[in-house]
């Protein structure tokens, strides 16, 4: 899991440990994400299935794509598929991605990439590994996390964040024992290079063998951590997690977390997602691929997407080094 890494962490700038008055953060539970299959057949874990809605707001959902070593042959994406009312978040740790939408955006993501898809009002879009990969095969590992927008950005004009893994910021904790990439929003004073609609960070997070950290986190966010690899324990009770579980924090300023001392040999450490964000509080209506305020809404969605009102697929698909929006 390479993302993105630098040889001395040391060099980082910190985030400060949190004020000795400020709240832990509770753990209210810890669930094991189930095991699915996506698109034309790639293998996910849903993150958070088994967390109420209300509280994941304003996140609707998050995969884990793979990890997975492919044979020859055998990588596969998804065909071409409409979203409205939301956003996509894909990650990319390992192995590569294209993307390409009916708005004009689109390009290739690889190891400490994002697309950030704002579907707005709507659009057609795929995903699908590059031909090359195809062919050879190898390592494949990502997530893509969905993002609910609030009511009055439900029917903005579609947009396309292209993230590059070097734009991602860097941080270390007080004593250098994680790696964070802070991908969208403020973390400690330090922002991410992602635009969100809704206010929220996301983090991907290393955490060396026995390594804790206390990160400072708003209170008007809700906190979640999901293991991506390897195991630890979350929470001052020291509650433990390992790989494909989710954990969700109660009220207070603080996140807490740490890796065990003994890890897989393969491993730098735990690997964790970090999101929070503030909270709509509005009605969610959800079909397949789209996610409004009422039934009536997504009904309309439907209707719109087979008179072609979301788009049209483009006649030549445009693979990396296309256009980008």
Do not use: C
Not at 40 to 69: H, K, N, S, T, W
Not at 85 to 111: A, K, L, P, R
Not at 284 to 304: Q, Y
Request: a negative charge; hydrophobic letters at 40%.
């Amino acid at each position: 899991m390479p993302a993105v890494t630098v040889p001395d962490i040391t060099v980082l700038p910190r985030v400060a440990a949190p004020d000795a008055t400020a709240v832990e953060r509770p753990v209210r539970s810890v669930t094991t994400a189930p095991t699915g299959f996506e698109g034309e057949g790639f293998p996910v874990r849903r993150a958070f299935a088994g967390i109420d809605l209300r509280d994941l707001d304003p996140f609707l959902m998050m995969d884990q794509m793979g990890e997975v070593e492919y044979a020859p042959g055998e990588p596969k994406g998804t065909s071409w598929h409409p979203h409205r009312g939301f956003e996509t978040v894909t990650y990319i740790m390992d192995g590569e991605f294209e993307h390409q939408d009916s708005h004009g955006g689109g390009g290739s993501i690889t190891n400490g990439d994002t697309q950030w898809m704002t579907a707005g009002g709507g659009l057609l879009h795929i995903e699908r590994p590059p031909e090359a990969l195809v062919a050879s095969g190898g390592l494949f590992h990502g997530l893509q996390l969905w993002v609910n927008l609030p009511r009055a950005d439900k029917w903005l004009e579609p947009k396309y964040q292209d993230l590059r893994g070097s734009e991602t910021v860097l941080l270390t904790t007080p004593d250098g024992g994680a790696l964070i990439r802070l991908i969208a929003g403020d973390l400690g004073g330090h922002t991410g290079p992602g635009s969100t609609y809704t206010p929220m960070t996301m983090t991907h997070t290393t955490v060396s063998p026995g390594a804790q950290v206390r990160l400072p986190w708003r209170r008007d966010f809700n906190a979640l951590v999901y293991v991506l690899s390897g195991s630890g324990t979350v929470g001052a009770d020291r509650r433990p997690v390992r790989t494909g579980q989710a954990a969700l924090f109660g009220p207070g300023d603080v996140v807490s977390f740490a890796a065990d001392p003994a890890q897989e040999s393969r491993l730098a450490g735990m690997d964790v997602v970090i999101l929070g964000g503030a909270p709509l509080r509005e009605p969610i209506a959800w079909a397949g691929p789209f996610v409004m305020n009422t039934k009536a809404e997504v009904l309309a969605a439907f209707e719109d997407y087979q008179k072609g009102k979301l788009g049209v697929v483009p006649a030549t698909y445009v693979p990396h080094g296309g256009a980008r929006g």
